[in-house]
């Protein structure tokens, strides 16, 4: 299977803050690289995927960099909604596997 | 506006098997643009992909879970279904259906249910 180890796996941060989550592959998944958001008690959402394309209706704030096994998922100025959990997820080979997820919490 | 919706008990005996059904509503399961799905949170835990399935049938598992788990896809109702046997404590989860996008770059998860959570205990 393919290990993802996201990092941090919590920040602090405040509303304007620019943040950035990265997430690495134990072996190569060129840009099979997708990014969700979840917020408590909700399912996740799909923000990014392919790396790099921004799902219609995510604002432009977000944006995702990355191939091969290093990937990064960067906020500019950050928002009272984007506090959640972030996580990675590759879809290069079965089985699918995400990384543990990364904690923006409100400093 | 596609909708996925996951029925089902919220709780299930250690030893016996849970059975979850996700309806879709908005869309057709017969696509071929998209397999269907599960993943599984464990409270306060990471994601974790169970398998999916294709409306012909096709499955691809997560071989973690030792053949346990039987994803099924019924057509006519536009429904597809999981079943994890001989469960246990470990798979006490929230149970998410989702579908997968075979024809956009990376197949990511577009789509998901609310999510149902699924208690192992007697």
């Known amino acids: 299977d393919i290990q993802m180890t996201q990092s941090p796996s919590s920040l602090s941060a405040s509303v304007g803050d620019r943040v950035t989550i990265t997430c690495r592959a134990s072996?190569?998944?060129?840009?099979?690289l997708n990014w969700y958001q979840q917020k408590p008690g909700k399912a996740p959402k799909l923000l990014i995927s392919?790396?790099?394309s921004l799902q219609r209706g995510v604002p432009s704030r977000f944006s995702g960099t990355g191939s091969g096994t290093d990937f990064t998922l960067t906020l500019t100025s950050l928002q009272p909604e984007d506090f959640a959990t972030y996580y990675c997820q590759q879809s290069y080979s079965v089985p699918v596997t995400f990384g543990g997820g990364t904690k923006v919490e409100i400093k | 506006q596609l909708q996925l919706q996951e029925s089902g008990p919220g709780l299930v005996k250690p030893s016996e098997t849970l059975s979850l059904t996700c309806t879709v509503s908005?869309?057709?399961?017969?696509?071929?643009?998209?397999?269907w799905g599960w993943i599984r949170q464990p409270p306060g835990k990471a994601l974790e992909w169970l398998g999916n399935?294709?409306?012909?049938?096709?499955?691809h598992y997560n071989p973690s879970l030792k053949s346990r788990v039987t994803i099924s896809v019924d057509t006519s109702k536009n429904q597809f279904s999981l079943k994890v046997n001989s469960v246990t404590a470990a798979d006490t989860a929230i149970y998410y259906c989702?579908?997968?996008?075979?024809?956009?770059?990376?197949?990511?998860?577009?789509?998901w249910g609310q999510g149902t959570l699924v208690t192992v205990s007697s």
């Open positions: 989702v579908r997968e996008s075979v024809g956009s770059t990376a197949q990511p998860f577009d789509y």
């Open positions: 392919a790396a790099s």
């Open positions: 908005g869309g057709s399961i017969s696509s071929v643009s998209y397999f």
């Open positions: 399935i294709f409306h012909s049938g096709s499955t």
């Open positions: 072996q190569s998944i060129s840009t099979y």
